[in-house]
């Protein structure tokens, strides 16, 4: 075979380079362009009606989200006391107390199944477990339907980060004559802490943004719900329901709503970012 | 290859190749020493692979011991199997017996828990807890709920001291354990193992992640507990077993060759096997 001439190597190497820079340029293009756009129509919407006021009936003005705001801030709390605690439980079990058993990886492949489910799945599923034996949607079906999508996420980042951290120390610690407990509460949660910390966040920032498991379960509401067990507003259904409205209002309220529920979830992110720094892994977690 | 004047007749090769069974050759200068650490008839399985074979050793009170052989000869395993930690992975088992100060190590009736408190080990790298330089050291009694901080602060200088590392680390005691350079990591980790007061302290090539000067103050730091501890080291390095240890036990393909005092296994080996191996001819 004929050696490559050095001009064709770097006219290859140039064509190359250009066009994967080119990819990447765009990738970034469309996230300022997102923004720029979330920004223009988005930021007119958000005065202090929009925090403070119930929806109005369509095409009268002075609307806000208040309800819906209340509503994602319960149902996104709720979710994840209940979610992350399970998760980390089972992610314990999965990574260290049963690890490398036939059931630990059972398990593990389960929640890597359902962590790819479709979330709007999980919203069916949901739907036909509590929507229709009791007979109305709820605040209580939404937070189960975000608890079910949390729980094998958690788990599964929880497991993997133990079973890359772990070795090591979990040997030291044994061989000190430390209990399994004690070892995994005192030593093994402690090493991971930050990184798991970060890994929860970022949980939490993406099912801030779910909105099909919501459609089926939370529905909406246009009042300030009195319980959970009442249909529940919610940011994400308001953005979706009033983005297809034909008043403009409406439309200048979901790009509110849009934009500070991207502000929201970049702020989770840069935060996990911030905390995920891993103090003690044997390699690194990104 | 000639065999030396006085040697036994190197044929251990060949009756491993045979699977015959390896009778060690020990010195007889073990049996004038308090035994601490006396394994009996030691087999051990990794499932179906066999990785040690009829080991019979016995480690005396108050010295050094090495284990020196060539990769993948059972010398981690051998160690290992004293305090246990091979019991964490489940594909393991066992034939035979270890006894430490005459209790018996694998036994049913044995918690675990308890024997290992009896010993300590230190790895190849060093493996500090992410907690401070006090907690990493006091742990060992933290985990049997010694609350009394004046015991925890004696415990630990007292353990820092007889690692060589308090000077160093006396006024950031609190900062934490990660901070501090590799070398002095290791040296927490032996203050760590040594704080409960083992009967027997295990090393696992304790220098083998270290560079020059720090495995310097290991070696000094071992030379410096003889008497005091009773210490069992891997290593592969064989100039170190030279150096720092009273006996020393090759190893060879999961049997143990030839064990006695250290200055006769390096300079006049009973075996033709050993001679080989520790003039640089294999391994």
Not at chain 1, 177 to 197: D, E, H, I
């Amino acid at each position: 075979m004929k050696a490559k001439s050095l001009y064709q190597r770097r006219l290859v190497n140039f064509i190359m380079l250009s066009i994967t820079a080119g990819c990447a340029l765009f990738s970034f293009l469309v996230l300022v362009m997102l923004i720029i756009a979330l920004c223009k129509n988005g930021y007119p919407a958000l005065t202090k009606t929009f925090f403070t006021a119930l929806p109005a009936p369509p095409g009268v003005d002075e609307g806000g989200v208040s309800n819906a705001l209340q509503g994602s801030i319960k149902m996104i709390l709720f979710s994840a006391l209940i979610g992350v605690p399970t998760g980390i439980l089972a992610g314990l079990y999965i990574g260290e107390l049963a690890r490398n058993t036939r059931k630990a990886d059972f398990v593990l492949n389960a929640c890597g199944i359902l962590s790819g489910t479709p979330t709007i799945v999980t919203g069916l599923f949901v739907y036909t477990l509590i929507v229709i034996p009791s007979g109305h949607f709820s605040g209580f079906a939404g937070i189960t339907a975000l608890t079910l999508i949390i729980i094998p996420v958690t788990a599964r980042i929880t497991a993997e980060i133990l079973v890359q951290s772990s070795t090591a120390m979990r040997e030291a610690a044994f061989a000190l004559g430390a209990s399994q407990w004690n070892v995994t509460f005192f030593v093994l949660l402690r090493a991971v802490r930050s990184g798991l910390a970060s890994a929860i966040l970022l949980t939490i920032a993406r099912i801030s943004g779910e909105t099909a498991p919501l459609l089926f379960t939370a529905l909406n509401n246009n009042y300030e719900a009195d319980s959970l067990s009442q249909p529940t507003a919610s940011i994400t259904v308001t953005i979706f329901q009033y983005a297809l409205s034909p008043f403009a209002e409406r439309n200048d309220i979901a790009w509110g709503a849009a934009l500070l529920l991207t502000l929201f979830i970049l702020a989770v992110t840069l935060i996990a970012r911030y905390t995920g720094k891993p103090q003690y892994l044997s390699r690194p977690l990104r | 290859m000639k065999n030396k004047p006085g040697l036994r007749k190197g044929n251990f090769f060949e009756s491993i190749a045979k699977g015959e069974r390896i009778v060690t050759e020990t010195h007889a200068e073990i049996n004038n020493e308090d035994i601490t650490l006396d394994v009996k008839e030691f087999n051990l399985f990794y499932g179906a692979k066999q990785a040690l074979f009829d080991i019979n050793i016995k480690i005396p009170k108050g010295k050094v011991t090495s284990l020196i052989g060539p990769s993948g000869c059972g010398k981690s395993t051998l160690l290992r199997s004293v305090n246990r930690i091979n019991d964490l992975l489940s594909i393991v088992r066992i034939e035979g017996n270890m006894y430490l100060n005459d209790d018996p190590i694998y036994d049913p009736a044995v918690d675990v828990i308890e024997l290992r408190k009896r010993m300590g080990m230190v790895f190849q790298k060093p493996n500090p807890f992410p907690m401070t330089i006090f907690e990493n050291v006091v742990y060992p009694l933290r985990i049997d709920g010694e609350r009394n901080k004046n015991v925890l602060a004696e415990v630990c200088e007292k353990s820092l001291r007889g690692a060589a590392l308090w000077e160093e680390v006396k006024d950031r005691l609190n900062d934490s354990a990660l901070a501090i350079s590799g070398g002095q990591q290791q040296r927490l980790c032996i203050a760590r193992a040594i704080a409960a007061e083992p009967e027997v302290l295990l090393m696992d090539e304790p220098c083998s992640a270290l560079d020059p000067i720090a495995t310097n103050k290991i070696e000094d730091l071992i030379d410096a507990m003889r008497g005091e501890y009773t210490i069992l080291m891997v290593t592969h390095n064989m100039q170190q077993a030279a150096r720092t240890s009273d006996y020393t036990a090759f190893m060879y393909l999961g049997r143990l060759i030839e064990y006695g005092p250290t200055g006769t296994i390096f300079q006049a080996p009973h075996c033709q096997e050993t001679s080989d191996y520790v003039t640089g001819r294999f391994g």
